[in-house]
C-alpha cells in the first residue's frame, strides 16, 4: 500500500532532522579525537600531522592510572549496593502494603525528579562534617542517593509481574523467606536486575555534580578530573585535553559494552512491557 504525499513528507522530514542530529555528533567526536592525535590544526580541514604524545602526556600529567582505578571502585561499588539494596526495597514497596506507601514512593522520586545540585550542596556539607567527603566512600555514599531510588522504580515493575502463586507454592513446601528470594525470586527478576544495574553504571559514570561536591584529590572520578583539566589554573596543550576526553568516552563504552554482554535491551523492554 502506497503511502500518501503527507506520510512521504513527514518520513523525509523525520529522516533529515534524524541525519542532521547523527551528523553534528559524528562531528563533534570526531573532532575531539582528531585533535587529540593532531600536532597542529589551524584553518584547515585535517591537523598539519599526527602524533600519540599527547596520551603520553594526559596520561602522566593527569595521573590518569589512579583515576581510572578510582572510577571503576566508584562505579562496581555503587552499582552492586544498588542492586542489593534496591531489589530487596523494590519487593516490598510491590508485594507489601504499609501507612505512608505513597509518601515513601514520592521521597524516592525526589532524586529523580529534583536537579542533583539542590541536593547535593546540603548532602556534602553533612558529609564533611562527619569527615567522609574527600574520600571515596563519600563519593559512594553520595552517588547512591540518586541511584538506589533508580533501581527501586525500575525493579518494581519486574516484581509485580511475578505471579504471587508462585510464591506461596515455594512457601507451601518449606521454603523461608531467604531461600523464596534467592532460589525462586532472583532468577525471575534476573533480566529487570540486569538492566537497572547497566542503567544505573551509565549514570554513575555520568554524575558529576555529587562526585564533585564530594571528591577529594584521591577520589576523583574520570569525568571530574576532566573537569579539573579544562579548568584549573595553568596552561594546558587542547590535545591533551581532548586526548584526556577520548580517553572517558572510550572507558565509558568498554564499561557499556561488557554491561550489553550479559543484558539485551530489546529483551529488557519486551520483558518489561509483559
Given at each position: 500500500?502506497?503511502?500518501?504525499?503527507?506520510?512521504?513528507?513527514?518520513?523525509?522530514?523525520?529522516?533529515?532532522?534524524?541525519?542532521f542530529?547523527?551528523?553534528?555528533?559524528?562531528?563533534?567526536?570526531?573532532?575531539?579525537?582528531?585533535?587529540?592525535?593532531g600536532?597542529?590544526?589551524?584553518?584547515?580541514?585535517?591537523?598539519?600531522?599526527?602524533?600519540?604524545?599527547?596520551?603520553?602526556?594526559?596520561?602522566?600529567?593527569?595521573?590518569?592510572?589512579?583515576?581510572?582505578?578510582?572510577?571503576?571502585?566508584?562505579?562496581?561499588?555503587?552499582?552492586?549496593?544498588?542492586?542489593?539494596?534496591?531489589?530487596?526495597?523494590?519487593?516490598?514497596?510491590?508485594?507489601?502494603?504499609?501507612?505512608?506507601?505513597?509518601?515513601?514512593?514520592?521521597?524516592?522520586?525526589?532524586?529523580?525528579?529534583?536537579?542533583?545540585?539542590?541536593?547535593?550542596?546540603?548532602?556534602?556539607?553533612?558529609?564533611?562534617?562527619?569527615?567522609?567527603?574527600?574520600?571515596?566512600?563519600?563519593?559512594?555514599?553520595?552517588?547512591?542517593?540518586?541511584?538506589?531510588?533508580?533501581?527501586?522504580?525500575?525493579?518494581?515493575?519486574?516484581?509485580?509481574?511475578?505471579?504471587?502463586?508462585?510464591?506461596?507454592?515455594?512457601?507451601?513446601?518449606?521454603?523461608?523467606?531467604l531461600?523464596?528470594?534467592?532460589?525462586?525470586?532472583?532468577?525471575?527478576?534476573?533480566?529487570?536486575?540486569?538492566?537497572?544495574?547497566?542503567?544505573a553504571?551509565?549514570?554513575?559514570?555520568?554524575?558529576?555534580?555529587?562526585?564533585?561536591?564530594?571528591?577529594?584529590?584521591?577520589?576523583?572520578?574520570?569525568?571530574?578530573?576532566?573537569?579539573?583539566?579544562?579548568?584549573a589554573?595553568?596552561?594546558?596543550?587542547?590535545?591533551?585535553?581532548?586526548?584526556?576526553?577520548?580517553?572517558?568516552?572510550?572507558?565509558?563504552?568498554?564499561?557499556l559494552?561488557?554491561?550489553?554482554?550479559?543484558?539485551?535491551?530489546?529483551?529488557?523492554?519486551?520483558?518489561?512491557?509483559?
Open positions: 500500500m502506497r503511502r500518501s504525499i503527507g506520510e512521504q513528507i513527514w518520513a523525509c522530514a523525520v529522516w533529515t532532522l534524524v541525519g542530529f547523527v551528523l553534528n555528533l559524528v562531528g563533534m567526536i570526531g573532532s575531539v579525537v582528531v585533535n587529540s592525535f600536532t597542529h590544526w589551524f584553518n584547515t580541514w585535517l591537523p598539519a600531522g599526527y602524533t600519540s604524545q599527547w596520551y603520553v602526556l594526559a596520561w602522566n600529567e593527569f595521573q590518569l592510572p589512579d583515576i581510572l582505578i578510582v572510577t571503576a571502585e566508584v562505579v562496581g561499588t555503587v552499582v552492586l549496593l544498588s542492586a542489593l539494596i534496591g531489589v530487596p526495597a523494590a519487593y516490598a514497596m510491590a508485594r507489601r502494603n504499609f501507612p505512608g506507601k505513597q509518601a515513601v514512593m514520592f521521597l524516592f522520586l525526589l532524586p529523580l525528579l529534583v536537579p542533583p545540585i539542590t541536593y547535593g550542596i546540603p548532602m556534602a556539607t553533612v558529609l564533611y562534617q562527619v569527615h567522609l567527603a574527600g574520600t571515596i566512600w563519600g563519593v559512594i555514599l553520595a552517588n547512591l542517593v540518586p541511584t538506589v531510588p533508580f533501581v527501586i522504580l525500575i525493579m518494581i515493575p519486574f516484581v509485580e509481574q511475578i505471579d504471587p502463586r508462585i510464591e506461596a507454592a515455594a512457601r507451601v513446601f518449606g521454603a523461608g523467606m531461600r523464596l528470594f534467592l532460589q525462586v525470586l532472583v532468577p525471575l527478576l534476573l533480566p529487570g536486575m540486569l538492566a537497572a544495574m547497566l542503567l553504571l551509565v549514570r554513575t559514570i555520568a554524575m558529576f555534580e555529587l562526585t564533585f561536591l564530594t571528591s577529594g584529590p584521591t577520589s576523583q572520578t574520570l569525568v571530574v578530573a576532566l573537569y579539573y583539566a579544562v579548568f589554573a595553568g596552561v594546558r596543550p587542547g590535545q591533551s585535553i581532548d586526548a584526556m576526553a577520548v580517553v572517558y568516552m572510550v572507558t565509558t563504552l568498554v564499561w559494552l561488557i554491561a550489553l554482554r550479559f543484558v539485551n535491551p530489546t529483551q529488557i523492554v519486551t520483558r518489561a512491557k509483559r
